[in-house]
């Protein structure tokens, strides 16, 4: 069974840019949350999407945005780049919202995206 | 604001020795407690996980003990080898935030031989 796959794995942008990052989950999950890692903050909840529907939103500037498809993928953006942007940009799926010993979250390797 | 706060920042053992990594959380709505490993260039693996109404759970040379009054979780890792060398995260969730996950800080772990 394939894992949660995230595309491209390296991204560099120059400030002002914008970007889009995707995220395909693993067969059958269909619910998909993003998150922010970097050294200071750690990891951070961006949004979580489930049947097309933004669910929950993390602290985060309306630059970041994101949508989920008919066949679960997903992608998020970000508009107007930031030096603080450059991050470990994760994805993450599960079969439906919520956690639980039946389902648990699987991450993706994420996208490095170095902003310049 | 920081709910979940995990301490070592860093820990070095040796092998065959037992690593415990700390967390303490703020929100008692929290009702899922995972913790994760991660290794470099890769994302987050599950490790373990527990819920508030059991004390204590084992997985192998993973223990997780839970203290609900004093919103306290621990990872051990008993028999600790080198290939345990990894980044450790504790995390909190509730039901009412679906998936959502609140981590904490991050333990790197270093196992020597």
């Known amino acids: 069974k394939a894992g949660v796959t995230q595309t491209p794995r390296y991204l560099i942008k120059t400030r002002g840019q914008q970007v889009t990052l995707s995220c395909s989950p693993i067969s059958g999950h269909r619910s998909v949350s993003w998150y922010q890692q970097t050294p200071g903050q750690g990891l951070q909840f961006l949004f979580e999407?489930?049947?097309?529907?933004?669910?929950n939103k993390g602290n985060f500037p309306g630059r970041f945005s994101g949508r989920q498809f008919s066949n679960s993928r997903s992608e998020m953006n970000v508009s107007t780049l930031e030096l603080g942007d450059s991050a470990l940009y994760l994805c993450?799926?599960?079969?439906?919202?919520?956690?639980?010993?039946?389902?648990?979250?699987?991450f993706g390797d994420g996208t490095r995206l170095s902003i310049l | 604001q920081q709910q979940v706060k995990q301490s070592p920042q860093s820990l070095i053992v040796q092998k065959g020795g037992i690593s415990i990594i700390n967390c303490a959380y703020e929100n008692t709505a929290f009702d899922y407690f995972p913790w994760y490993q991660q290794f470099p260039g890769k994302g987050p693996a599950l490790l373990i996980a527990?819920?508030?109404?059991?004390s204590e759970k084992k997985e192998g040379r993973f223990t997780i003990s839970f203290n609900k009054s004093a919103k306290q979780f621990s990872l051990h890792i008993m028999d600790s080898q080198p290939g345990d060398s990894a980044t450790y995260f504790c995390?909190?969730?509730?039901?009412?935030?679906?998936?959502?996950?609140?981590f904490g800080e991050g333990t790197q772990l270093t196992v020597n031989p």
């Open positions: 995390a909190a969730s509730k039901e009412t935030s679906g998936s959502r996950l609140t």
């Open positions: 993450a799926s599960s079969r439906v919202p919520g956690q639980g010993p039946n389902q648990p979250q699987h």
């Open positions: 999407y489930f049947s097309e529907t933004q669910r």
């Open positions: 527990i819920r508030p109404d059991v």
